[in-house]
């Protein structure tokens, strides 16, 4: 039998009109049975998320008194709520909820539980829409001591309340769960994949249909290059590397839950639900060989700080004295390329600025390095597919066409299982050699 988890995002639940797309999108298939909902995004270009207003009720409510500038903002969101309430003709008083959330956040409860209250709502309203029953999140998504997802007991007890509801159909919100300690706690920005990713398994669905405002996963950005094309088949890793590195389609994390259980995940356009978008699954022998590449996706902010040290490659443990220091300090890496006499860390500038300065100071007195310098302004870029291994000249391709179009590569790494290529370019050049990489594989857009 199909059972269906269908993740709905913020764009998909910004207004009235939009809850009833989706309300329209549930009905028309009735193995669409679990439904996990994010807070109303954003309705126009300039307008702000529900969950960045939560957040600067918090912010707001931490800085000061209660005063003006956090009613202002707090009345904003019940705004939103109660248009979309109006709108679906709902005979339900909101005010209640919205009386208890406010005096909670003023009350202490926390920046994730502020966070967390869009999901709640959105979850609310659509399970009231659409007749379903409602399962808050708190109940069932349990984080550890560790602040990371209690994965088995939260399949247990998911798995065990979902059955309670039998054939009926159920929202639960996404983005968020509960600490040992009874706190409310969120995934990272864009968690409500990752609920959908966990509800799909606990369900025992065959799919997990992740609906937003794309027609699927596009080969690149299509903030960068203009109307990219759809990648019909990607694999589960493929994904999971083109996510890691920017591609904010779909959390980074959504993977794992569905991954072993062999649930595949279909990206699909809640405007366009007659669009096929893009199937996510374990293996996809079929690509078009024409194509080599899946995916290119990139992201700006990264550091380089390179140690020169003479005659450091036959130097027993150099590496793990240089790594050592930056574990000291709690600073995870994404790249070490390396040569002879040089071996660089590749970081993320926002974590290495804090602690800049004694790190450096640490180096030069664990290695004394000849030389050490950093360089910041960074842009990583991947470039994936699982058609590379075959396709011979690839890497030669990827760095032609970005030398062509004049930017200067300032580092290479390719991973070894031929996966992806990943290059650092300079931020001001990073949009220039995505587009140059994208129309050197798809020359006809
Ligand atoms: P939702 O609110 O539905 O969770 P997101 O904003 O998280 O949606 O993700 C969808 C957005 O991801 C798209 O509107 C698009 O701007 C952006 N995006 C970035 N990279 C890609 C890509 N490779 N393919 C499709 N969309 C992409
Ligand atoms: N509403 C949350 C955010 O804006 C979670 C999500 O949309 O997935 O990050
Ligand atoms: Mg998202």
């Known amino acids: 039998m199909e059972i269906k988890t269908v993740k709905f995002g913020g764009s998909s639940l910004c207004d009235a009109a939009h809850f009833r797309m989706v309300g329209d999108i549930i009905k028309s298939d009735p193995s669409r049975l679990f439904v996990v909902p994010s807070a109303p995004g954003k309705r126009s270009r300039d307008d702000v998320k529900i969950t960045d207003m939560l957040y600067e009720c918090y912010r707001l409510s931490r800085e000061h008194a209660p005063d003006e500038a956090f009613d202002s903002v707090y009345e904003v969101i019940c705004g939103r709520y109660r248009q979309i309430i109006e709108g679906l003709g709902l005979a339900y008083d909101i005010s209640g909820e919205l009386e208890y959330i406010k005096h909670a956040i003023l009350h202490r409860a926390g920046r994730d539980y502020a966070a967390s209250r869009g999901e709640y709502l959105s979850g609310i309203i659509l399970a009231k829409f659409l007749g379903f ?31 309670r509801h039998g054939e009926k159909g159920v929202v639960i919100p996404g983005f ?40 699927g996963f596009m080969v690149a950005d299509p903030r960068i290059v203009d109307n990219p094309r759809v990648i019909g088949r990607i694999t589960y890793r493929e994904l999971r590397e083109l996510s890691y590195m920017g591609a904010s389609v779909l959390h980074q994390d959504s993977i794992f839950p569905v991954r072993n259980a062999g ?15 893009t199937m996510i699954v374990a293996d996809a022998p079929d690509y078009d060989s024409g194509r080599v590449i899946t995916g290119i996706a990139g992201k700006k902010g990264f550091s380089v700080v390179t140690i ?49 300065e004694r790190v450096l100071a640490s180096l030069g007195h664990m290695i004394h390095p000849d030389t050490l310098t950093v360089e910041d302004g960074l842009a990583l870029i991947a470039v994936v ?52 990489i994208y129309y050197e594989f798809l020359p006809e857009g």
């Open 176 to 215: 968020y769960g509960i600490m040992p300690n009874g706190t409310v706690k969120t995934f990272s920005r864009g968690g409500s994949d990752v609920t959908g990713s966990i509800v799909a398994l606990a369900s025992g669905s065959t799919l997990y249909e992740n609906w937003t405002d794309v027609s």
């Open 385 to 436: 597919g699982r058609g590379m291994v075959r396709a011979k000249g690839t890497a030669a391709r990827v760095f032609g066409s970005v030398s062509d179009a004049g930017v200067n590569i300032k580092m290479i790494d390719q991973g070894s299982d031929e996966l992806n290529i990943i290059l650092g370019v300079e931020e001001a050049d990073f949009e220039k050699a995505v587009k140059a």
């Open 308 to 356: 020169g040290h003479d005659m450091m490659n036959s130097e027993i443990g150099f590496g793990r004295r240089v790594l050592e220091v930056f574990e000291e300090y709690g600073l995870s890496f994404e790249h070490l390329p390396s040569g002879i006499d040089t071996m660089s860390v590749v970081l993320s500038t926002p974590e290495f600025e804090k602690k800049r």
């Open 133 to 163: 029953d409602f399962v808050d999140a708190e109940n069932v998504i349990f984080f550890g001591e560790n602040g990371a997802l209690d994965s088995e007991r939260t399949v247990q007890e998911l798995t065990a309340e979902l059955k």
């Open 263 to 277: 649930i595949p995940i279909n990206i699909k356009n809640t405007m366009r639900p007659e669009d096929p978008g």
